[in-house]
């Protein structure tokens, strides 16, 4: 059978919890969500967490709460289309700035030299659930947004990654440490932001559907500005809450495998780094060779998944093509291999025996 490199870690549990959203009548975005949404801001360490659809929803209207219209957003080319997407939503101009080269995270030293008047807002990812350097990013002054799509219980100095910017931003996709099939979150400090993101997520209603059927006034509700339909639902809750409860279990196995990797390639590869202000999620583990695309295509023939993670978004076509020269560099040696809980024993020595068999 083919190694795949992401996978989610299912169970009973997950489909037991399915079954009761089923059986109770009640799917769309209801309670479920409502317990989803505060255990995951107690588990982060946030006031408030808002569920939506996904996480590039989720980084849409983050940006729209801190009205960056017209404004530029300094970000990361290394990353996902999403996160270049959600700044273009929102009629602002996206500015990328260079990498580090080790973590692949965005280089405060090359953001500080982006801002101007202009900046609304700064957008960090946490590469591979690795943290950013983010005590300078703050010490900037300027709105900071993480993209925490890979770092779901990954940490920084102690802090929970998505606790450190005003917002964060989470991915329950599929492939994600936290897998939902598919769906995001934000988690925010502030109050007035927690409403509005609330409203914007569901059409601009200032109730949503299940506090109108819990309160004396069912039928009635406002919409005070233009919103989405953005909102999270009780099925992708109901297996968020379970996979919750099993997230810290599946990163500490990650982190099993990535140390055994680590051990193994060490004299045939670059390994990934972890900094000794980060604790990563390790939601994927991403080597460095000359011949990457040799790599892939001789790992594909053994019947192992492989792939590259990413393209930087600024070499797309639609995109301002600006020369970086870390990311120029650096993302043409990038190769994603296997990493996920339930890899076995024989899974990671067959990835571990073909690649240093790889000549």
């Not at 209801?30 to 590039?56: C, D, H, L, Q």
């Not at 799509?149 to 606790?163: E, F, P, V």
């Not at 339909?229 to 990535?258: F, P, W």
Request: proline share 4%; net charge negative.
């Amino acid at each position: 059978m083919t190694i795949p490199i992401f996978r989610p870690w299912y169970d009973q549990r997950e489909i037991q919890a399915v079954t009761e959203v089923l059986e109770s009548g009640w799917i769309g975005l209801g309670p479920k969500t409502e317990e989803f949404e505060n255990r995951f801001a107690e588990y982060i360490g946030t006031p408030y967490a808002v569920g939506m659809n996904s996480a590039t929803a989720a980084l849409h209207l983050a940006l729209k709460v801190l009205e960056v219209e017209g404004k530029e957003v300094i970000t990361t080319p290394m990353t996902f289309v999403s996160t270049g997407h959600a700044i273009l939503y929102n009629n602002a101009i996206p500015i990328f700035a260079d990498i580090e080269p080790d973590t692949l995270n965005i280089d405060y030293r090359c953001i500080e030299q982006k801002i101007t008047n202009k900046t609304g807002a700064i957008v960090v990812v946490h590469y591979g659930g690795h943290a950013c350097d983010m005590d300078p990013i703050l010490d900037f002054g300027i709105p900071v947004v993480e993209d925490v799509a890979h770092g779901c219980g990954g940490s920084y100095k102690g802090k929970k990654l998505g606790s450190l910017g005003i917002m964060g931003c989470f991915s329950f996709h599929a492939v994600k440490n936290l897998a939902t099939g598919d769906g995001g979150m934000v988690t925010v400090k502030d109050r007035s932001m927690d409403a509005r993101l609330r409203r914007l997520r569901w059409c601009g209603i200032d109730k949503s559907t299940w506090e109108r059927c819990v309160t004396k006034q069912r039928w009635h509700y406002d919409v005070q500005e233009l919103g989405y339909k953005y909102h999270m639902n009780d099925i992708a809750a109901a297996i968020g809450l379970v996979q919750l409860e099993k997230l810290d279990q599946g990163n500490a196995r990650r982190r099993e495998i990535a140390t055994y990797y680590n051990e193994c390639f060490a004299d045939l590869l670059e390994t990934p780094v972890e900094k000794e202000y980060a604790r990563s999620a390790w939601h994927n583990y991403v080597v460095k060779l000359e011949r990457r695309d040799e790599l892939i295509a001789f790992l594909i023939e053994m019947d192992i998944s492989a792939g590259v993670h990413y393209v930087p978004i600024h070499l797309y076509s639609m995109y301002p093509n600006v020369y970086l020269p870390v990311v120029e560099k650096v993302w043409r040696k990038l190769v994603t291999l296997p990493l996920y809980p339930s890899m076995t024993d024989s899974d990671i020595e067959r990835v571990v025996g073909a690649v240093r068999s790889f000549q």
